[in-house]
């Protein structure tokens, strides 16, 4: 089992920038297809992007496709966010997820099996 532990979150205004850091325990991290996803109140957990094992394939959602970069670094059991040019609509709770030998187009919440507790993320205007 694999647990999940997020940090980085916090405020930001408009434009600016944050990195977000998910480090799993255990030492087959490059078992895990990684992703990150996000949820706001009354709305269902969105997918924003996901890595392949070693980090080979990545895939994004639509709406932070060049401004998002996710990453990995095995040696560390950490996979990483990089958020630019952030906006209000960023704003959510956002959620590390591992899945065992997914695939980075997994978008789906159903199709990841550890979670993490999530980070804030607050973009003002």
């Known amino acids: 089992q694999v647990q999940l532990v997020e940090s980085g979150g916090g405020l930001v205004q408009a434009g600016g920038s944050l990195r977000l850091s998910c480090v799993a325990s255990g030492r087959t991290f490059t078992s895990y297809t990684m992703g990150w996803f996000r949820q706001t109140p009354g709305k269902e957990r969105e997918f924003v992007s996901g890595i392949s094992l070693s980090g080979g394939s990545t895939n994004y959602a639509d709406s932070v496709k060049g401004r998002f970069t996710i990453s990995r670094e095995n040696a560390k059991n950490t996979v990483y966010l990089q958020m630019n040019s952030l906006k209000p609509e960023d704003t959510a709770v956002y959620y590390c997820?591992?899945?065992?030998?997914?695939?980075?187009?997994?978008?789906?919440?159903?199709?990841?099996?550890?979670w993490g507790q999530g980070t804030q993320v607050t973009v003002s205007s």
């Open positions: 997820a591992a899945d065992y030998y997914g695939s980075s187009y997994q978008k789906r919440p159903h199709e990841y099996d550890y």
